[in-house]
């Protein structure tokens, strides 16, 4: 039975760079899960690889097939984003692995619609003065910086992604991002030491 891979963590804590790793590491023979959302593209992203960026309408018709596994909305300064997982024919778990990313809400759905078994959670961390540096050098790079919504996001992720919240979700280990090698060393050995013992 294959795993799903889930990476966490607030945001700026370099999840990305870590996913992008991963599936690039063909030893691992992970495969992604794309998500969806309502929110505009970003600078740089392309539409299938980052995320399937849909508008409420095509929401609202999944919401309505009975597709969707987990979705969370933001009230942002731009109005509301949803951000979303659907059931798409994607992951096959008899076949393949999976990598995914999100939440510890999302995360606690996609457990509960796979299965605890087959869930094994990334959780990646960094200090908040430094990873409000990140989002602000990652926001600068934008055409049209959007840094009240980088503030938004910010603050949202203190009670997101709460200790009580982290525990609550049972999630023990975690993976310290200070120093990018070292984190994705921790972290590659992590996953292969779960593909090896399924």
Not at 139 to 149: G, L, N, S, T
């Amino acid at each position: 039975m294959g795993k799903i891979f889930y990476i966490m963590g607030k945001s700026a804590s370099g999840k990305d760079s870590i996913y992008e790793y991963l599936l690039a590491r063909e030893d691992l023979g992970l495969k992604r899960i794309i998500l969806y959302t309502t929110r505009p593209i970003r600078d740089g992203e392309e539409p299938g690889r980052e995320y399937y960026f849909a508008d409420d309408r095509q929401y609202q018709q999944l919401k309505r097939e009975g597709r969707i596994i987990e979705s969370r909305s933001y009230y942002t300064v731009h109005g509301i984003w949803t951000y979303f997982t659907a059931d798409d024919g994607q992951v096959d778990l008899s076949k393949h692995h999976y990598l995914g990313i999100g939440t510890l809400e999302s995360y606690e759905k996609i457990k509960h619609y796979y299965g605890t078994e087959n869930i094994c959670p990334i959780y990646v961390e960094v200090e908040d003065g430094e990873r409000l540096q990140r989002a602000l050098i990652r926001e600068r790079k934008q055409k049209e910086p959007k840094y009240a919504e980088m503030c938004r996001r910010f603050v949202a992720d203190c009670e997101d992604f709460s200790e009580e919240k982290i525990l609550a979700a049972g999630i023990g280990s975690r993976f310290i991002n200070d120093d990018r090698q070292t984190c994705l060393a921790e972290i590659e050995k992590y996953v292969k030491d779960m593909l090896y013992c399924s």
